[in-house]
């Protein structure tokens, strides 16, 4: 089992940037990807990687915006978010699992616990 704990949310502004880590521990995951919820939505998924980061994956409304990115030696995942807008704002998950292009969360195998982002206008 892998542990993940997303860190690097918070408030800002339209227009702003932020940046998203997920720290693992224990088994390792070949794929690494982010996910966001939105209060009444279901679980969205929002871009994935492989191993090598070789290969990146992003849902429509965030290509563009977001990239996604990892440093293997320090188990971390990073998602830079660019040009955030309102409709951004959701809790946002880090997830491990075998494919980095499944969009369906229960494609995954272990999640973090999440981390806020909220964008005012």
């Known amino acids: 089992q892998v542990q993940l704990v997303e860190s690097g949310g918070g408030l800002v502004q339209a227009g702003d940037s932020l940046r998203l880590s997920c720290a693992a521990s224990?088994?390792?995951?070949?794929?690494m990807g982010w996910f966001r919820q939105a209060p009444g939505k279901e679980r969205e998924f929002a871009a994935g990687?492989?191993?090598?980061?070789?290969?990146?994956v992003y849902t429509d409304s965030v290509k563009g915006r977001f990239t996604i990115s990892r440093d293997n030696a320090k188990n971390t995942v990073y998602l830079q978010m660019n040009s955030l807008k309102p409709e951004d704002t959701a809790r946002y998950y880090c997830?491990?699992?075998?494919?980095?292009?499944?969009?369906?969360?229960?494609?995954?195998?272990?999640w973090g616990q999440g981390t806020q982002v909220t964008v005012s206008s």
């Open positions: 997830a491990a699992g075998k494919l980095h292009y499944n969009s369906a969360p229960d494609g995954w195998n272990s």
């Open positions: 224990g088994r390792s995951f070949s794929a």
């Open positions: 990687i492989n191993w090598a980061g070789t290969s990146t």
